[in-house]
């Protein structure tokens, strides 16, 4: 296989192998692989119809703010009095 390379991408492949002291072409080679490695496809869930949560389940979740308030944060109580009262601060400021 060839790929053909822009003038830009080729000086600079040329100027990193240089200064890691390798043939351009191996350092492409090095940063194929470890592009790949870094985002291959795990076969034994391919073709599986997974959600985004099923996707997301590992980087997401929730927390009892009473874990670290006591009787717990309440921030959906009294939300838009606290917005309106908000706006209002903003308002004397002259930041509004």
């Not at 670290?68 to 308002?91: I, T």
């Amino acid at each position: 296989m060839q790929i053909t390379l822009t003038a830009d991408i080729e000086n600079d492949l040329t100027h990193y192998a240089k200064h890691q002291g390798i043939r351009p072409e191996m350092l492409a080679l090095n940063v194929l692989r470890e592009w790949f490695a870094a985002h291959s496809i795990d076969e034994s869930s391919a073709g599986e119809d997974e959600s985004l949560a099923d996707y997301l389940a590992d980087h997401i979740g929730v927390i009892s703010s009473s874990e670290y308030v006591p009787g717990g944060a309440q921030m959906s109580k009294d939300c838009g009095k606290k917005f309106a009262e908000g706006m209002l601060k903003k308002r004397q400021k002259g930041k509004l």
